[in-house]
C-alpha cells in the first residue's frame, strides 16, 4: 500500500502566490497520483481527499496505522523572491535505501516533463520522513512563486501527476 499525503489543507495553506495556494494544487496531484496508483493495481490510502488539516504528527501516525509500504507526501515548494528557483526537489529521512530510491525514481520522471531536477536532500527533521516506519519521500513539484513552474504545472499536469506515480511505480515494482 502505499500512502498519498497531500501537504497542508484547511486553516493551513502552505505556500501562497498571487491567489494559488499550495495546498490546493497538493491535493489536486495526490488524488491525480494515487488515481494513476490504484489503475496500476496499486492500493492506495490518502490522508486527505478533501480540504482539511491533519498535523504532520497526525499524517505519520496514520501512515504507520494502516502499515504502508511507502508514504509520498506532495507539496510545493517556495522561496524568499518570486521567480529566484526553478524546479522539483525530493527530500528524505536519509538519501540510503529504498526511500532515496523512490525519490530519485520521481525526480528523474519529473525531469522528463521538463522540470529542472534540484536532487534529493536530506532533511532529518521532517516530521513525515522520521516518524513514518515506512520508506518516505516529500516531493516539492516546482516553486509556487515561480511563474515557469506554475506554467509547466498547469500546461503538463497529467503528465506530472503520472510522472510521480511512475517513479513511486518503478520503486514498488522493483521492490516485490
Not at 36 to 52: A, K, Q, S
Not at 74 to 99: D, K
Not at 131 to 154: K, R, W
Given at each position: ?6 501537504g ?102 519529473l ?16 516530521v ?49
Amino acid at each position: 500500500m502505499v500512502v498519498i499525503d497531500a501537504g497542508h489543507g484547511g486553516s493551513n495553506p502552505g505556500a501562497v502566490y498571487q491567489g494559488r495556494q499550495e495546498k490546493d494544487d497538493a491535493l489536486a496531484l495526490a488524488l491525480a497520483v494515487g488515481r494513476i496508483l490504484e489503475e496500476n493495481g496499486v492500493e492506495v490510502y490518502y490522508t486527505r481527499t478533501t480540504d482539511i488539516y491533519e498535523s504532520p504528527q497526525q499524517k505519520a501516525q496514520e501512515a504507520n496505522a494502516v502499515q504502508g509500504d511507502y508514504f509520498v507526501s506532495i507539496h510545493r515548494n517556495s522561496s524568499p523572491y518570486p521567480n529566484q528557483y526553478t524546479g522539483i526537489e525530493s527530500l528524505v529521512y536519509n538519501h540510503y535505501g529504498e526511500a532515496g530510491r523512490l525519490a530519485e525514481n520521481i525526480n528523474a520522471r519529473l525531469e522528463q516533463v521538463g522540470y529542472e531536477n534540484q536532487g534529493v536532500n536530506e532533511r532529518p527533521d521532517l516530521v513525515v520522513l522520521n516518524q513514518t516506519q515506512m520508506p518516505s519521500v516529500l516531493v516539492e513539484v516546482g516553486f509556487i512563486n515561480t511563474d515557469a513552474d506554475n506554467h509547466l504545472l498547469d500546461e503538463r499536469f497529467q503528465e506530472t501527476a503520472r510522472a510521480i506515480a511512475e517513479g513511486i511505480l518503478a520503486t514498488v515494482w522493483s521492490a516485490a
